[in-house]
């Protein structure tokens, strides 16, 4: 397939040819850029006749790059959404945000009276009682709406479930269970909330309901496409997989479908085995990537969430006195796993929400690098949300690149200045000025399903730094530009996966991937950016347009 796409203005993200108005392309590929005239000579050469004009009054980008995201947010749409925000789903429809602890019951309730088996596990997702004056949902809320359907409900951070006193009973949790990922309360009772992952694993084996089990089925991939789609989003990660063989052939499947909108960049979870096991399945698995399926980086889990007080935090700790969260992973075996997987030449990304958790990966990072020297490693640091500069320069000095969390600025940067770590350290939250002024390697995210997956407005907090109050954290030092930001969500994100020789950019050679926009970011200083419609998205040359969001 041939084709010259023709646009009101092309932004190209590539430094020697800032705009154009024309892009060639020929087998999925870029042939030429520029304007019409420029690249009439390629035209004429290999004889393109089409010309497509159902953008001339639109703006090009590089395909937008989602470089930490999950799957899951596919699989999430076959549940029930219980979130404080609104949110729209894979069919445009948007769901309004509950915002009382009473109106996420009703919506169950709902849910629940309208199945015909109710013998089957409810299942919700995007609860925050940090919204609620952190009231929390406690198991007789959860009962009165039923307490003999095992009902299961995800927090947005992933990181805590909330279940029933059904699921209580299945998991022969009582008052003398003793577990550090079962929550009590001031007075020692249970209050039906599962932590971590072990937490969520024990909850889903006393429902015998697998919620992590993305890929199981055709839709999870099609709801993520489809919600990526929708966001300008031509390559996005599922940051955390286990590779099984039946997700693999299910993901090789679905990718290969020419109609399929996504290049699909998978993580292999490394927590749970050893860096032995993890080379193996990794190095089994490189054959069989694809165009658009790759698999060639290990993640690993180090803490938890912020804002459910599972992340560690460095002295003085939780704002409200809350004790310091969990380490997913130890650190001499975080440290163990890190020089492994490095030696062996893997990319590593690390999970580090918390302060003592990046100052930790850095030591782990340093003693990797330290031992066995490898240049162009780019091993990502992803959410590190409480880096300051003194960790930045240290990244910068490893070459060790940051994928900042940035969608926390709005959805909770009031509850971090009031409950987590007090507006001084919220001032620096996802300091994505400061990444770039000390010459780390950036980019932004949205960790959907734990926020919704869209570039633009993971771009617009890291601009505004607004919260959703209207609170501004830090400074402009904090702060990036519109220029900045959109090199974070399409060059830099595609450095972070090591794959900004193919994407990222409007340049020949590269890959035809396009974010389609109804304004131009970058003529009109006042325009917000969270509220540019994406009109399609462009994958390999092929077109697919978006139709405008209607409300559930």
């Known amino acids: 397939m041939s084709k010259i796409f023709a646009a009101k203005a092309i932004v190209t993200m590539n430094p020697a040819q800032p705009r154009a108005t024309h892009v060639a392309v020929r087998d999925g590929r870029i042939l030429a850029v520029g304007r019409k005239d420029n690249i009439a000579d390629w035209q004429a050469h290999f004889g393109i006749t089409e010309i497509d004009e159902s953008f001339k009054d639109k703006i090009i980008l590089p ?34 945000g509950l915002k009382t602890i009473d109106d996420v019951t009703a919506r169950l309730r709902k849910m629940l009276e309208a199945r015909e088996d109710r013998s089957a596990p409810l299942v919700a997702w995007g609860f925050d009682p940090i919204f609620f004056a952190n009231n929390r949902l406690t198991i007789a809320e959860l009962d009165q709406v039923s307490s003999e359907t095992p009902i299961l409900v995800l927090h947005a951070s992933l990181h805590i479930v909330n279940v029933n006193s059904a699921i209580l009973k299945s998991a022969a949790i009582d008052p003398d269970s003793n577990s550090e990922f079962v929550r009590r309360d001031a007075e020692g009772q249970i209050t039906g909330e599962f932590l971590g992952q072990v937490g969520l694993f024990m909850a889903m084996r006393a429902s015998d309901i697998d919620i992590l089990a993305a890929a199981s089925d055709d839709s999870v991939l099609e ?39 996504l290049r699909l960049v998978v993580a ?36 938890g969430s912020i804002q459910g007080f599972s992340a560690r935090l460095r002295w003085p700790g939780y704002h409200n006195g809350a004790p310091n969260g969990l380490w997913y992973i130890e650190p001499d ?5 890190i020089k492994s997987y490095h030696a062996a030449g893997a990319h590593i990304h690390v999970h580090t929400n918390g302060d003592e958790t990046i100052g930790m990966a850095l030591d782990a990072f340093e003693e990797a690098l330290n031992a066995h020297y490898r240049a162009d490693h780019r091993h990502t640091l992803q959410h590190c949300q409480m880096a300051d500069r003194a960790d930045f320069k240290r990244m910068a000095a490893m070459g060790i690149g940051v994928n900042l969390f940035s969608n926390h600025i709005y959805y909770w940067g009031d509850a971090h200045i009031a409950q987590t770590m007090g507006r001084d ?10 990444a770039l002024r000390e010459g780390v390697a950036l980019t932004i995210h949205s960790d959907a399903p734990v926020t919704a997956l869209g570039p633009l407005f993971t771009a617009w907090c890291a601009v505004e730094r607004s919260t959703s109050s209207g609170d501004r954290l830090g400074g402009d030092a904090e702060r990036l530009t519109v220029e900045e930001a959109l090199h974070a969500i399409t060059l830099g994100a595609a450095y972070s996966l090591k794959m900004d020789h193919e994407i990222g950019s409007v340049e020949v050679g590269k890959r035809a991937d396009f974010a ?29 347009i978006n139709e405008l969001p209607s409300t559930s």
């Open 268 to 303: 292999y979870s490394g927590n749970a085995s050893s860096a032995e096991d993890g080379l193996k399945r990794l190095a089994e698995v490189q054959d069989q990537q694809t165009d658009k399926l790759r698999m060639n980086i290990v993640k690993l889990v180090a803490d």
């Open 63 to 96: 395909g937008f790059i989602e470089g930490h995201s999950h799957m899951f947010e596919g699989q999430m749409w076959n549940y029930i959404y219980v979130g404080y925000y609104d949110r729209m789903g894979p069919d445009g429809k948007i769901w309004p």
């Open 425 to 434: 350290r919220a001032n620096r939250l996802d300091d994505a000025g400061g």
């Open 333 to 337: 075996r975080l440290k163990s796993l």
């Open 223 to 261: 709801n993520f496409a489809a919600v990526a789609q929708r966001s300008g989003v031509t390559t996005a990660t599922d940051l955390a997989n286990g590779l099984s063989d039946d997700a693999l052939a299910t993901m090789k499947r679905i990718t290969a479908r020419d109609d399929f909108p």
């Open 516 to 544: 389609v926009l109804d304004t131009d970011p970058l003529d009109d200083p006042d325009t917000n950016l969270k509220d540019i419609f994406v009109h399609a998205t462009v994958l390999n040359g092929r077109s697919y």
